[in-house]
C-alpha cells in the first residue's frame, strides 16, 4: 500500500470516527466522573447511583482490573486517530474490546460476585459491544455500516439477557441441587406435588377446548364479516374484537355477574343458587370469549384473502357448491385454521386472569406456578412446573411457526385483494349470521353487566344505584391507575421501536446467526407470562444484574413481553415495500440510519400505529408477568384489580375495570386521529 | 446546463467475484470502463450482471477481488460515500415524496444550502424536460415520466459513474424506443461514465459504446455493437445478440489469417472466424434470418427446402423453413408482396460475406 493510498484511508476514516471520538469521549467522562457522587456503601439495586459508585468508584482502589477498563477506552481513541490499514485497525479494535469485555465479565463474575452490575459498568460493557460492531464495519460486513451492525449486536445482547437467560436461570432451579446438577431433581419434585398430573390433565383439556372454539367463532365471524350478504355485518366487526382492548378479569367478572351465586341469569331467571360456573365451564366461556378475536383475525386475512376467481374457475369447470368447499376452499383455509388453533391454545395455556378468578378447584398450570410462590414459596416447584408449561407451549409454537406458520403466511398478510367477493350459500349464511349475532349480544350484555356492576351497590342483593365504587376508586385505585398509564406510555414506544427494528435487521439484513435471532426475538409470544414472571424474579434479583422492585424491570417485561407483535405488523409492512426504494436512498448518498429515518419508516406508518396500540394496551392490561414483579412502590392497575377481587370488593374491581377500557379506547382514539392526519384513512383503519 | 456537465472518473473491476452460499454469481471478471463510455452488461436474467452492478453501486459487498474508480480502491467504501449513483428497474421514486422531494432528496441529505438545491432541481428537470412538474406525486406519473424523474435524482448529485439497472423493462416497446435515444443523448452530452445492465440485446446494441456479453456468471464476449453483431465469438453470444441460425459446417481450408473454406449441405463458402478452426474439423457457422434470401430463379449456392411456417410483420414476412441443413430462420424484407405459405417448396441463398464461423 503507497503512502498516499494511506492517507486516503486514514482521511476518510478519521471523518467516519467523528462519533466514536464523541462517544468514547463521553463514555470516559461519565465513567470518571460519576463516581464522584457521594458513596453509599451496601447498594443493592443496580440503577441507583450508589450501587454505581460502589461498584466502579469503591472497586477502583481494590482491584487494578478497573484501570484496565477505563484503559481500553482511552486505546480504543488511539485506534481510531493513529493512521494504520483497515484490516489492522479493526482487529487491534476487535480483540482490544472483547479483552474489555472479558475484563469486565471478570470482574463482576468472579472478582466481586456479590456486586450487582452499576450503571457505569451498564455503560461500559455497551460502549465495548458498540466498538465492537464498529471493528465489523470497518471490514465491510453488513455493508459497513455501523448503526445496523451495533443494532444487531446489542439487541442480540439483550435478548440473550432478557429471554434466554431467565429461562435458563429457571432450568437451573429445577435442575441444580446443592450446586450439583441433578436433573432427576425436576422429575423428584413434580412427583412429590400430589396434584401434578390433574394439573397438567386440566391445562391440556382446557386448551384443546378453548382452541376448537375459539377457532370456530373466529371462522363463524371471519366468514360473516368477509362474505356474508348481511348489511350490518359491519358492525359486528367492533363488538368481536372488544375483548382485544380489555383488562383481564373483565370477561371473568362479568361472567360471575351473570352465571355466579348471584348472577343475573342463574339467581334472577332460573332462581337457583350454584356455583357451577367456577371451575372448567366458566374458564372455557371466559377464554373463548377472550381469544375468538385474534382468531377472527388471524382467519379473516385467509378469508379475505381467498382469490374468487379461484371459486369461480371451480364452478365453472363443473364443480358444486360442496365440491368447491371440499377440494378448493377448505385447503387453501386449512393452514390458517390450524395457525389460529395453536395460537389459541398457546393464549390459554398462558393465561393468568380468567383461571385465577374462575377457576375454583380446577388448577392449571398458570395459577399453580403462582400459587407455589405466593403460597408455598417454593421456588423449585414453580420453576418445574414452569418448564412443564412453557415445554408445552414452546412445542406448540415451534409447531404453529415451522410447519403451519410457513405455508399460510403469505395468505395472511399479502396485500388484501379489492374483487368481487361470492357469497356464501344461504343456509350457511343465516345460519352463521344468526350465531355470530347471538355470540355479540352475548358480548354486549357482558359487558353491560361490568359498567352496571359499577353503579351498583351489591350485586344481585341490593342494586341500587351508587358512586361509591367510583368514589372509593379515587382514593385506592389513582396511584395505581397513574403508574400503570406512566409505564405504558414509556413501554409503548420502546416496545414499538424495538420491535420494528427486529423487524427492519430481520427482513432486510443477511447477518450470522440471524436465524436464532428472529427465533428468540419471536420467542417471547410462547412464554406464559408466569413464567416470563418467576424467570425475572429468580434471575434479576441476585448480582450481576438486580433489578427486581424496580419500574424498569417492569418496563423491560413490557417491552420484550410485547415486542413480538411490533416485528409482526412490521414484517408485513416491510414486505409490502420495495428494498430497491432503500437502495435507491443509500446510492443517493444517505446513510443506513437516514434511510431508516427518512424513507422506511414514513411508509410503514401503519405498522408503527398498530405496534403503538398493541404494546399500550398490552402493558395496560398485563397482569401474569408483572404480578412478580410489583412492589408497593409500583403498584399496577390490574394487580390492584386482583387484590379487590380476592378482597370480595368487585364493585370497585368493576369500576376500576370499567375506566380502563374508557382509557384505552381514549387512548385508541388519539392514535386513531393522529394517524388519519398522517398517513391516511386506510392506514389509520389497518392500525386499528 | 454547463454546470451538469461530470466530472467522470474511469472504472476498472479486478478479477471481482461473488459468491451466494454456494453459488457462484460472478466469476472473476476483470473489466474497464472507460471516461465517458456508455458500457453495457448483457445476459439473461441469473448470469451475473447485476449482481455486478450492485457491486459498483456498494449494494453488494464482493467476496473477493478490487472496484477502483480512477485510482481509489472503493471496493469497501460504503454504498453512500461513493458518489455512484443508480437509476432501478422499478424507478424507486419514494412514494411519499413528490417530484420536486425526489429529485433533492440526495441534495438534502448533505445537507446543502436550499437555494442551491431549488436551482439544481430546476435544472435537472429541464434535462429531462419535466419542467413544471415539481408538486405532481410520483403515482400521478406516467411511467415514462417516472423513468425522467428517476434520472434527474440521479444526475442532479453530478455523479462520477450512472449506473442503470433495466430501467425501460416498466415501459411498453414504443416509449422504450423513445427512452432509449434520450437516455443516450444525455450520457452523450454530459459525458458521463455510465454501466447499463439490460436482457434485452436490441437495448444494448442501440445504446452502447461497449457491450459486455455475459453467461454464467463469466464475461462471453466484449466489444463494440456491430462487432458483437456481425462477429461473434461463440455460438451463445450469436443466439443471444439478435436472430441467429447456427448451422454445422466442415472446415475444408484456411484462407488468409481470419478466413476459411467451408462446406454446408453440398455448397462450399468462405467464410470469416475469429477462433482458428482447425481444418477437416466440424465446425459451427452462424448467419442471420436477414442474410439468408429466397433464389426463386434457382440460380447460385441454393439450398432447397419447404416453408414450415410465415408470419406476416408488415415489414418483413418471418418465416421457418425446413432445410436439409435443419430448420432456418428467414426475415424476407425483399420479396414480402409474395406470401409463401406453408409447405411451399422454395430455394433459399446465403448472403457469402454474412456467414461467420462461430465454433
Not at chain 1, 463482576?108 to 456486586?115: G, M, R, S
Not at chain 1, 390433574?198 to 371462522?219: D, E, F, H
Not at chain 2, 435443419?326 to 409474395?338: A, M
Request: proline residues 4%; hydrophobic residues 50%.
Amino acid at each position: 500500500m503507497s503512502a498516499t493510498e494511506i492517507k486516503r484511508d486514514i482521511t476518510t476514516d478519521i471523518k467516519k470516527e467523528r462519533f466514536v471520538l464523541i462517544g468514547s469521549i463521553v463514555t470516559l467522562l461519565l465513567v470518571t466522573v460519576l463516581p464522584f457522587a457521594p458513596v453509599h456503601e451496601g447498594a443493592r439495586n443496580t440503577l441507583s447511583t450508589a450501587a454505581f459508585s460502589a461498584t466502579v468508584w469503591h472497586l477502583m482502589g481494590k482491584f487494578p482490573i478497573i484501570f484496565l477498563l477505563v484503559g481500553v477506552l482511552a486505546l480504543n481513541l488511539l485506534f481510531s486517530v493513529v493512521g494504520m490499514s483497515r484490516k489492522l485497525r479493526a482487529n487491534l479494535i476487535l480483540y482490544l474490546n472483547l479483552l474489555g469485555l472479558a475484563a469486565i465479565l471478570y470482574l463482576f463474575l468472579v472478582v466481586t460476585p456479590k456486586t450487582p452490575f452499576g450503571v457505569g459498568s451498564i455503560i461500559l460493557f455497551f460502549a465495548y459491544l458498540l466498538f465492537i460492531a464498529r471493528s465489523m464495519s470497518i471490514l465491510g460486513y453488513i455493508r459497513g455500516d455501523v448503526f445496523i451492525s451495533g443494532s444487531i449486536i446489542t439487541i442480540g445482547v439483550l435478548l440473550i439477557i432478557f429471554i434466554i437467560f431467565p429461562l435458563l436461570v429457571i432450568l437451573g432451579k429445577s435442575v441444580v441441587a446443592d450446586g450439583r446438577l441433578v436433573p432427576s431433581n425436576f422429575y423428584k419434585v413434580l412427583a412429590a406435588y400430589p396434584s401434578t398430573m390433574r394439573i397438567l390433565k386440566n391445562s391440556l383439556m382446557m386448551a384443546v377446548t378453548v382452541g376448537v372454539l375459539s377457532t370456530l367463532v373466529g371462522l363463524a365471524f371471519a366468514l360473516v364479516i368477509e362474505r356474508s350478504r348481511f348489511s350490518l355485518k359491519r358492525y359486528m366487526q367492533g363488538f368481536s374484537l372488544l375483548p382485544i382492548i380489555t383488562p383481564p378479569f373483565v370477561i371473568g367478572l362479568a361472567i360471575i355477574f351473570m352465571f355466579g351465586r348471584m348472577g343475573f341469569v342463574t339467581h334472577k331467571l332460573l332462581g337457583i343458587r350454584t356455583s357451577f360456573i367456577f371451575g372448567f365451564p366458566g374458564i372455557v366461556i371466559a377464554q373463548t370469549l377472550s381469544f375468538a378475536p385474534m382468531s377472527y383475525l388471524i382467519l379473516s386475512g385467509v378469508v379475505h384473502s381467498l382469490d374468487s376467481a379461484l371459486e369461480e374457475a371451480s364452478y365453472t369447470l363443473g364443480a358444486g357448491q360442496w365440491q368447491t368447499f371440499k377440494n378448493v376452499i377448505w385447503p387453501l383455509i386449512r393452514p390458517g385454521i390450524a395457525n389460529a388453533f395453536l395460537l389459541s391454545v398457546i393464549e390459554s395455556l398462558a393465561d393468568f386472569g380468567n383461571p385465577i378468578l374462575l377457576g375454583g378447584d380446577f388448577d392449571v398450570l398458570a395459577t399453580s406456578i403462582y400459587l407455589s410462590i405466593i403460597g408455598r414459596f417454593d421456588e423449585v416447584l414453580a420453576a418445574s412446573l414452569g418448564i412443564i408449561l412453557l415445554s408445552i407451549t414452546l412445542t406448540t409454537f415451534i409447531i404453529q411457526r415451522y410447519w403451519v406458520g410457513r405455508k399460510s403466511y403469505v395468505t395472511i398478510t399479502g396485500k388484501p385483494r379489492r374483487q368481487a367477493v361470492l357469497p356464501l350459500p344461504k343456509i350457511l349464511d343465516y345460519s352463521l349470521v344468526g350465531f355470530t349475532s347471538i355470540w355479540a349480544i352475548f358480548t354486549l350484555i357482558l359487558y353491560g353487566s361490568v359498567f352496571l356492576g359499577g353503579f351498583v351497590k351489591l350485586w344481585g342483593i341490593n342494586n341500587s344505584f351508587t358512586l361509591m365504587h367510583y368514589k372509593r376508586f379515587l382514593t385506592d385505585g389513582l396511584p395505581s391507575y397513574i403508574t400503570t398509564l406512566k409505564l405504558a406510555a414509556i413501554s409503548a414506544p420502546l416496545t414499538a421501536a424495538v420491535g420494528l427494528l427486529i423487524a427492519y435487521l430481520v427482513s432486510r439484513y443477511k447477518f450470522v446467526g440471524k436465524q436464532p435471532f428472529e427465533f428468540v426475538s419471536m420467542l417471547s409470544f410462547a412464554i406464559p407470562g408466569t413464567v416470563v414472571g418467576i424467570g425475572y424474579v429468580m434471575a434479576f434479583n441476585v448480582p450481576p444484574l438486580v433489578l427486581t422492585g424496580t419500574a424498569t424491570i417492569i418496563v423491560i417485561s413490557f417491552i420484550f413481553r410485547n415486542m413480538p407483535v411490533g416485528i409482526r405488523s412490521g414484517m408485513a409492512a416491510l414486505k409490502q415495500i420495495d428494498t430497491s426504494l432503500e437502495e435507491a436512498s443509500i446510492t443517493l448518498g444517505a446513510s443506513n440510519f437516514t434511510t431508516l429515518n427518512r424513507v422506511v419508516l414514513p411508509l410503514i406508518k401503519p405498522a408503527i400505529f398498530s405496534g403503538l396500540v398493541f404494546s399500550f394496551v398490552r402493558a395496560m392490561t398485563a397482569i401474569s408477568a408483572v404480578i412478580f414483579l410489583v412492589t408497593a412502590r409500583t403498584k399496577l392497575a390490574t394487580t390492584v384489580i386482583l387484590a379487590r377481587i380476592e378482597a370480595g370488593k368487585l364493585g370497585v374491581a368493576t369500576a376500576y375495570c370499567s375506566i380502563l377500557i374508557v382509557t384505552m379506547m381514549i387512548a385508541i382514539l388519539i392514535m386513531y386521529v393522529f394517524v388519519r392526519r398522517m398517513g391516511g384513512e386506510e392506514a389509520a383503519v389497518q392500525a386499528i | 446546463m454547463s454546470s451538469l456537465v461530470m466530472e467522470a472518473a474511469d472504472l476498472r473491476l479486478e478479477k471481482l467475484s461473488k459468491n451466494f452460499g454456494k453459488v457462484q454469481a460472478v466469476r472473476e471478471i476483470s473489466l474497464e470502463i472507460p471516461h465517458g463510455q456508455m458500457v453495457t452488461l448483457l445476459g439473461p436474467s441469473g448470469c451475473g450482471k447485476t449482481t455486478i452492478l450492485r457491486m459498483i453501486a456498494g449494494l453488494e459487498v464482493p467476496s473477493s477481488g478490487k472496484i477502483y474508480l480512477g485510482d481509489d480502491d472503493i471496493t469497501y467504501l460504503p454504498a453512500n460515500e461513493r458518489k455512484i449513483t443508480m437509476v432501478f428497474q422499478s424507478y424507486a421514486l419514494f412514494p411519499h415524496m413528490n417530484v420536486y422531494q425526489n429529485i433533492a432528496y440526495g441534495l438534502k441529505v448533505k445537507h446543502l444550502p436550499e437555494e442551491q438545491i431549488r436551482q439544481a432541481v430546476k435544472e435537472a428537470l429541464e434535462m429531462v424536460g419535466l419542467s413544471g412538474f415539481e408538486d405532481r406525486g410520483s403515482s400521478e406519473l406516467s411511467g415514462g415520466q417516472q423513468q425522467r424523474v428517476a434520472v434527474a435524482r440521479a444526475l442532479v448529485l453530478k455523479p462520477k459513474v450512472l449506473l442503470f439497472d433495466e430501467p425501460l423493462s416498466n415501459l411498453d416497446a414504443k416509449l422504450r424506443n423513445r427512452m432509449r435515444g434520450e437516455i443516450r443523448n444525455l450520457q452523450r452530452d454530459l459525458g458521463i461514465t455510465s454501466v447499463y445492465v439490460t436482457h434485452d440485446q436490441s437495448e444494448a446494441l442501440a445504446i452502447s459504446d461497449k457491450i459486455v456479453v455475459m453467461e454464467n456468471a463469466v464475461i462471453s464476449q466484449e466489444g463494440i455493437p456491430t462487432e458483437l453483431y456481425r462477429h461473434p465469438s461463440n455460438p451463445f453470444v450469436a443466439d443471444f445478440i439478435g436472430d441467429a441460425n447456427i448451422l454445422k459446417a466442415k472446415v475444408l481450408s484456411l484462407e488468409g489469417d481470419d478466413r476459411a473454406r467451408v462446406e454446408i449441405s453440398g455448397n462450399e463458402y468462405t467464410v470469416f472466424y475469429s477462433n482458428k478452426p482447425e481444418v477437416g474439423s466440424e465446425a459451427d457457422i452462424m448467419i442471420r434470418p436477414e442474410d439468408i434470401q429466397f433464389a426463386d430463379d434457382g440460380k447460385g449456392k441454393t439450398l432447397k427446402g419447404r416453408v414450415e411456417f410465415a408470419l406476416y410483420q408488415g415489414s418483413n414476412i418471418d418465416y421457418l423453413i425446413e432445410t436439409e441443413a435443419g430448420e432456418l430462420r428467414v426475415k424476407d424484407y425483399l420479396t414480402k408482396d409474395k406470401f409463401r405459405d406453408r409447405g411451399t417448396n422454395v430455394s433459399l441463398v446465403f448472403r457469402e460475406d454474412e456467414i461467420f464461423l462461430v465454433h
